[in-house]
């Protein structure tokens, strides 16, 4: 069956009640698993209500139940990886934000985009949406959200305020300011309780409130992401407290400073052309990063995206921080950090667009120094690990979730090949393109 043929059947499985099981089984294809192993000639892999249950030989052949679908695709040798993985998106901060988060979530997985971390939006939307795919009343990534906490300065901002309209600026569970005399283990289960899964350290935090954040979210069962500076907490204090991911790659030049300023605003104005991205403080930090198991959210293509889009002295500040940020993500690899592909300006400009993920892959590519393969590996098994999924996403083997990819080229000798998307599988739901 070519793969223009199979768009009623796709759009049927899609839809599709669970009266039986609900078998998918793809025939002929080349299996990228997300592994860093080599891609390999698969006859048939097979998945049952949402799981991978067989690979050719491995695993078990079921029998199907009274009832069940199945569906068959002849995939005529097209390249199959896992669904990608953005650590870092903001899809609830905008008006009418219920409606616009529904079709950037639609739309991502439409584009290949299975799994994402929302780092500082309306919980009280994600939330929701979240009940909603989880009811299968439409089919998005899996989601992750955040609360978002920071001093009262940039909590104060317009942008942190769209992301809780109806509540003081920094009172918000979910956008909260805090200071020395805050309960910090009160509000980080008020937090949890407004559903999020994730706390994001956000800026003007001090070592000591860093570190008490990161504990308390520890203790409660949330996963952390800071700023790789949060101002004046500089990138190996948030390592030594604990933290789970730094975000945003030319953050980490303010390790090599001897005084890290206390104002956020400071970030846009870093010493990217005083100090280089190897240098021994630095170096010695990728190190601890590796040895600690924190994860990287580089957020490349948020940089490289203002220099060229933006006007003066954004664009000027932004290409800056391109150029070290890429560098600085180039040695982290080579130490050892595991890397995710986070874009923070995830939402393409068009209907028809796919999200800026793959320009986040690119840019690993050739701005970064990565393989394709260990491209693939960061926007699938690191990224998938880094927002606690490892276990049942990331790689394509048996047991793990069908979350996948169908493409046209080998994305092995051209990144850009995870653009040629024929379809999406979600837990074993297949999306067609659009």
């Known amino acids: 069956m070519r793969s223009g043929m199979v768009v009623a059947g796709l759009l049927w499985l899609a839809g599709a009640p669970a009266m039986g099981s609900d078998y998918l089984e793809l025939q002929d294809l080349h299996l990228i698993d997300g592994t860093g192993k080599p891609s390999r000639v698969v006859d048939r892999l097979l998945v049952r209500d949402g799981l991978?249950?067989?690979?050719?030989?491995?695993?078990?052949?079921?029998?199907?139940?009274?009832?069940?679908?199945?569906?068959?695709?002849?995939?005529?040798?097209?390249?199959?990886?896992?669904?990608?993985?953005?650590?870092?998106?903001?899809?609830?901060?905008?008006?009418?934000?219920?409606?616009?988060?529904?079709?950037?979530?639609?739309?991502?997985?439409?584009?290949?985009?299975?799994?994402?971390?929302?780092?500082?939006?309306?919980?009280?939307?994600?939330?929701?949406l979240s009940r909603a795919m989880a009811a299968g009343e439409?089919?998005?990534?899996?989601?992750?959200?955040?609360?978002?906490?920071?001093?009262?300065?940039?909590?104060?901002?317009?942008?942190?305020?769209?992301?809780?309209?109806?509540?003081?600026?920094?009172?918000?569970?979910?956008?909260?300011?805090?200071?020395?005399?805050?309960?910090?283990?009160?509000?980080?289960?008020?937090?949890?309780g407004s559903g999020v899964g994730n706390l994001k350290l956000y800026g003007n935090l001090s070592p000591d409130l860093a570190r008490g954040l990161i504990e308390q979210a520890r203790s409660q069962s949330l996963s952390t992401t800071a700023h790789a500076t949060v101002f004046p907490t500089g990138p190996g204090e948030l390592v030594d407290a604990g933290i789970g991911s730094l975000a945003h790659a030319p953050y980490l030049v303010w390790e090599a400073v001897d005084h890290i300023p206390a104002d956020y605003e400071v970030r846009t104005r870093g010493p990217w052309d005083q100090v280089p991205a190897d240098h021994p403080r630095l170096l010695s930090l990728y190190r601890r990063m590796a040895e600690r198991g924190v994860f990287l959210d580089a957020t490349l293509y948020v940089y490289e995206a203002m220099g060229r889009y933006s006007p003066g002295v954004v664009a000027d500040w932004s290409a800056a921080a391109f150029r070290w940020g890429a560098l600085a993500t180039a040695l982290a690899r080579a130490a050892g950090?595991?890397?995710?592909?986070?874009?923070?300006?995830?939402?393409?400009?068009?209907?028809?667009?796919?999200?800026?993920?793959?320009?986040?892959?690119?840019?690993?590519?050739?701005?970064?120094?990565?393989?394709?393969?260990?491209?693939?590996?960061?926007?699938?098994?690191?990224?998938?690990?880094?927002?606690?999924?490892?276990?049942?996403?990331?790689?394509?083997?048996?047991?793990?979730?069908?979350?996948?990819?169908v493409l046209d080229a080998d994305p092995l000798a051209d990144i850009r090949n995870?653009?040629?998307?024929?379809?999406?599988?979600?837990?074993?739901?297949?999306?067609?393109?659009?």
Do not use: C, Y
């Open 337 to 405: 950090v595991r890397v995710t592909t986070g874009t923070d300006w995830f939402e393409p400009a068009g209907d028809g667009a796919l999200p800026h993920t793959h320009d986040e892959l690119v840019l690993l590519v050739d701005a970064a120094g990565f393989t394709p393969m260990q491209a693939i590996v960061a926007a699938t098994r690191d990224g998938a690990a880094a927002l606690g999924l490892g276990e049942s996403h990331g790689t394509l083997q048996v047991g793990k979730v069908a979350d996948l990819l």
């Open 418 to 434: 995870t653009s040629r998307l024929r379809f999406t599988v979600r837990a074993g739901r297949v999306v067609p393109a659009e």
């Open 138 to 192: 439409f089919i998005g990534p899996n989601l992750q959200f955040s609360a978002l906490v920071g001093g009262s300065a940039v909590l104060e901002s317009e942008t942190v305020r769209q992301l809780a309209n109806g509540h003081a600026p920094g009172t918000a569970p979910w956008a909260r300011s805090v200071d020395a005399s805050t309960d910090l283990e009160r509000i980080v289960a008020q937090a949890q």
């Open 52 to 128: 991978i249950v067989r690979i050719d030989d491995e695993g078990d052949e079921p029998t199907p139940e009274p009832r069940s679908s199945w569906l068959r695709i002849d995939l005529d040798g097209a390249w199959v990886m896992p669904g990608l993985v953005d650590t870092h998106v903001h899809v609830a901060r905008f008006p009418d934000t219920r409606a616009q988060a529904e079709r950037i979530l639609r739309q991502a997985v439409r584009g290949g985009v299975t799994s994402v971390r929302d780092l500082g939006g309306d919980a009280r939307a994600l939330a929701e």
